[in-house]
């Protein structure tokens, strides 16, 4: 049997999903005795007396001959080793020793082979945790074109375009509050485009809705705090359905201002999100679909920005960002003769928008001539995904024009 598989891999917990081909339906797992619980503690047991690996249960905790490794999370972080009963195990053998006894919950004769496809979320795009995760997928027996890694929100964007469309007829919210942050994320879609892209955009709340908020003898306050949270973010938005997920939301405090909220629009609540989201990426890279959506997280470029030049008559377009791309790593440099304008002109493409715009820097103070001796270097960069800084330097034309040494710098929102 050929496996497609979603883990939310957690600090505290992990969850397991699988997809069913047959239906389209997500099915959770069980991963311990107890049928009903479908999230295990994010820890791996030693048993000195099965010389193995076992899934963690608290009633491993404080027995001879059980080595509990509860900080599993951490040390996948971090790439530590740990020594165990006099030897060294490194973090990808007690990852692959947890996956498999993950998927020995899957089903007792589920190998390496069986697993078509496999995706693995995790909070945030860590480069070290995600390495480190790959590696021990790979131990395990599972290549590396057989498994992919994604974070929350990324995870989250593709789950929403697997509901009914009229879940995602407008934009859609996602409410996070757990012990490290309480934050909001909007999607938009660009449902004009091939493929369709789906822009993820947030807003940090921490300061404002806080977890030990939580630990008041009433609730009132967080109750307003986050009744305000909503009142800035969802005023005169169109939104059709709203996402609410995280330890914070484990209470019922959250129900009267929910509610309030649900006017037109549809609210889901749960902590088995992320693991869903997982099982339908799976789906869509490993069965097919992927192809369909263009995912743009919080750290990717919304917009595309390129140069227009001519070049043997021909016009063309210098890219230095790409719809998609990391902000961080867009940018570049490149030089043009200016004859007969002192103007640069810049190609950009919204992921939202059909059409394109245009954003033109004039560089103030340069001769116009015709005799295109005008030469500049041209450097952009992006420090965020909302902008890009233009810096162009006039580099002269050799023994014919020397430099003036100006220099022009330019912010272009994008």
Known sequence: MDYIIGIDFCRDFTQLCLYNNETGAIDSVPLSSDKQSTRIRTAITYSEEQNDWLIYSPTHEGRSGMTVISNLYDLAKSGESVTVGGEEYKIEILLARFFRRLFFSVDRSCESKDIKGITVTVKNQDPQLISNIGAGLEYYGIPSERYRICDHIESFMYYVVMQNKDIWISDVGLFVFDEEEFRYYVLRF?????????????????????????????????????????????????????????????????????????????????????????????????????????????????????????????????????????????????????????????????????????????????????????????????????????????????????????????????
């Open 190 to 414: 660009g449902r004009k485009q091939k493929p369709m892209s789906i822009v993820a955009e947030s807003t940090d709340f921490s300061g404002t809705v806080k977890y030990d908020m939580l630990n008041e003898e009433d609730d009132i306050r967080i109750k307003y705090a986050f009744e305000n949270v909503c009142g800035i973010m969802l005023h005169k938005q169109n939104i059709s359905a709203i996402y609410a997920t995280g330890a914070g939301f484990d209470g019922s405090w959250a129900d009267e201002v929910l509610k309030k909220i649900s006017s037109g629009r549809r609210i889901f609540r749960g902590m088995n999100l992320y693991v869903k989201a997982a099982a339908y990426v799976s789906k869509l890279f490993f069965i097919g679909g992927a192809e369909e959506f263009l995912v743009i997280g919080e750290d990717d470029l919304k917009s595309s920005m390129s140069l227009r030049a001519v070049s043997h008559s021909e016009l063309k377009e210098i890219p230095f960002g790409k719809v998609g791309q990391k902000y961080y790593e867009a940018g570049g440099s490149t030089e043009v003769i200016l004859d007969n304008t002192n103007e640069i002109d810049f190609m950009l493409h919204n992921a939202l928008k059909k059409d394109s715009f245009y954003a033109i820097m004039t560089l103030e103070a340069l001769p116009i001539r015709k005799n295109k001796t005008n030469r500049v270097s041209v450097n952009v960069r992006f420090p965020s995904r909302n902008e890009a800084v233009v810096t162009v330097k006039d580099v002269g034309f050799g023994a014919v024009r020397p430099t003036d040494y100006r220099i022009w710098e330019q912010v272009i929102n994008l």
